[in-house]
Structure formats: structure tokens, C-alpha cells
T-cell receptor
Framework: EAGVAQSPRYKIIEKRQSVAFWCNPI?????LYWYQQILGQGPKLLIQ????????DSQLPKDRFSAERLKGVDSTLKIQPAKLEDSAVYLC????????????FGPGTRLTVL | KQEVTQIPAALSVPEGENLVLNCSFT??????LQWFRQDPGKGLTSLLL?????REQTSGRLNASLDKSSGRSTLYIAASQPGDSATYLC??????????FGQGTTLQVKP
């Protein structure tokens, strides 16, 4: 069974530029999560989808971050415009359902904002 | 608001030593607690999951315990090996399904 796929793996941009990350969850998984992990910290949930609906986006900085999961499968996370403090690893995870015990994580996208 | 803390932030031990990593959380109303391993440049790998009704889980050289009443969990690693070098994260799952992570303990096992 293929795991959670993310691309790109690395991205370097200047501040005020825009960037997008892509996530393909495990086939059949209804729940998808985006996390931000700043160096030296644990991951922080940005947004949680159940199929193509948003369950929790309380910690998403909505003035610059947006995310979508239009067909309930792949998801895209966008930052526009980027700030220096957005430098982090962005992790995508999926699970069969919101009540399932475990989440399965992708390798992450490391973003550096200069 | 649930907060998860891990102590120590970093740990260096010689190969073969037994060690304990600590995790504490402020709200005992949790659904489960999970320990993850993170290697540099990689995602998270789940090591052990303890349901709120359980006291411990074991897998190979790893043993995790949970004491909900005191808001503590420990991860015990027996006979450590250089391949155990990684960052270890604990996370509590709230009854709403949200995972809240600690900041991690970075372990180095020296040959």
C-alpha cells in the first residue's frame, strides 16, 4: 500500500512570494491533515478535512494561508504572501476516518523563506 | 487548553544503555496517547499507541506507560542502539480527534 505522498520535498522562496504544497493521501482515507512543524517544535495542526469539508481550521492563519481538497482526495496548501516565520516543515497526514486511532504521515515539505 | 511537554529536549547516551523519555500533559481528558519517531528529513513513524483505558504498551525494546491521573507518559528504550538515534515525539489525541504534540526529545546513541 502506497503511503502519503507530498511534493515538493524542498522549496526556497523570497519573502512576499507565494508557494503551494501538494498532498496525496493514502487511497480511501477520508480524513486529511496539514501540520506545520517549526524547527525544534512539535507539529501543529493547521487544518483538518473530512472528505472535502473542513473540520478544524482554527489555527490556520487565514490572512495568508489557504487549503483546499476539492474532490475529497488530493489537497493543496498555499501561502501568499510568505513571511520569514513561515519557514518550517509542512506535514500532511491521513487516516481512514476522523475517529480512527492513527494518522499516517507523509515525508513533509521543507520550506525556507529568505 | 491542552499542553504537552517533553523532557529532556536532548539526550546523549552510550550504546547499550537503558533510557527513559518523559511526556506530560495538562488535561487528562484524552482519547489516546501516541509516541512517534522522526528521522531527519523524514515524516513521523508511529511507535506505540496507548488508549486512554490502558496503562502501557510494548513493542520489542520499547515500552510506553500512561498515567492519566498525573498527566504523564514515559517511553522506555532498552539496550539502546545507534540506530535509535532520532527525535521522539509524544502526542495526545483529544476527544474531538485533534492531535497535540510535544516539542520532542532528540536522542543520540553513541557507538
Amino acid at each position: 500500500e502506497a503511503g502519503v505522498a507530498q511534493s515538493p520535498r524542498y522549496k526556497i522562496i523570497e519573502k512576499r512570494q507565494s508557494v503551494a504544497f501538494w498532498c496525496n493521501p493514502i487511497s480511501g482515507h477520508a480524513t486529511l491533515y496539514w501540520y506545520q512543524q517549526i524547527l525544534g517544535q512539535g507539529p501543529k495542526l493547521l487544518i483538518q478535512f473530512q472528505n472535502n469539508g473542513v473540520v478544524d481550521d482554527s489555527q490556520l492563519p487565514k490572512d495568508r494561508f489557504s487549503a483546499e481538497r476539492l474532490k475529497g482526495v488530493d489537497s493543496t496548501l498555499k501561502i501568499q504572501p510568505a513571511k520569514l516565520e513561515d519557514s518550517a516543515v509542512y506535514l500532511c497526514a491521513s487516516s481512514p476516518d476522523v475517529s480512527y486511532n492513527e494518522q499516517f504521515f507523509g515525508p513533509g515539505t521543507r520550506l525556507t523563506v529568505l | 487548553k491542552q499542553e504537552v511537554t517533553q523532557i529532556p529536549a536532548a539526550l546523549s547516551v552510550p550504546e547499550g544503555e537503558n533510557l527513559v523519555l518523559n511526556c506530560s500533559f495538562t488535561d487528562s481528558a484524552i482519547y489516546n496517547l501516541q509516541w512517534f519517531r522522526q528521522d531527519p528529513g523524514k515524516g513521523l513513524t508511529s511507535l506505540l499507541l496507548i488508549q486512554s483505558s490502558q496503562r502501557e504498551q510494548t513493542s520489542g525494546r520499547l515500552n510506553a506507560s500512561l498515567d492519566k491521573s498525573s498527566g504523564r507518559s514515559t517511553l522506555y528504550i532498552a539496550a539502546s542502539q545507534p540506530g535509535d538515534s532520532a527525535t521522539y515525539l509524544c502526542a495526545v489525541k483529544s476527544n474531538t480527534g485533534k492531535l497535540i504534540f510535544g516539542q520532542g526529545t532528540t536522542l543520540q546513541v553513541k557507538p
